[in-house]
């Protein structure tokens, strides 16, 4: 798998993203999942706002280098909030951060083994997740769809595993066992 990150974050806190994505990879991805996984890309998506109000922290998209990867798709970006550049990593941010990261490869999980498909259809964003379509236009419900609240599942844990891996609690300070 290829992996290519940002240079905006800090260099030991990208050495560390850096290395929690491949042990995120690693951990919940199975075999033959990760075999399948072709590239993932962590940048910064400048038409995101600094507020967390009305924009997402990250979002996950395919990168679609031919028609076959919309179906079966292998490349991935995570764009992630601007609010996670160099200037704005203070307090409880890094975790912040590296649970997002963590989120959004679950979602890449998701799609990698078929469960999670986007679809559109007569102009709408159509979900559909283990073999159920869901639209997506009811945003109020948002936290409850299932894709959701199993990439949620991973966050904490992941990012638990990893700080006893490589002892990096300083680096995670808000992050409790």
Not at 74 to 89: A, D, E, Q, S, V
Request: glycine content about 4%; some cysteine; hydrophobic content about 35%.
């Amino acid at each position: 798998m290829k992996l290519n990150c940002t240079t905006k974050l800090p260099p030991k806190l990208r050495k560390h993203i850096v290395a929690l994505t491949k042990y995120t990879v690693e951990t919940i991805f199975t075999k033959r999942q990760q075999a399948k996984l072709q590239s993932i890309s962590i940048r910064l998506d400048r038409s995101m706002t600094n507020s967390t109000d009305t924009m997402p922290l990250a979002y996950m998209d395919i990168d679609i280098k031919d028609e076959e990867d919309f179906n079966r798709p292998t490349n991935f970006i995570l764009w992630i909030n601007p609010l996670f550049t160099k200037k704005n990593l203070r307090g409880n941010g890094r975790t912040v951060l590296a649970e997002t990261i963590v989120h959004e490869l679950a979602h890449v999980k998701q799609h990698v083994s078929g469960a999670m498909k986007q679809i559109c259809k007569n102009g709408s964003m159509l979900i559909k997740f283990n073999k159920k379509m869901y639209n997506v236009r009811d945003s109020d419900n948002y936290w409850l769809y299932p894709w959701e609240i199993e990439a949620r599942g991973y966050e904490r844990g992941v990012l638990n595993l990893y700080c006893i891996k490589y002892s990096c609690f300083k680096m995670f300070p808000e992050n409790p066992i």
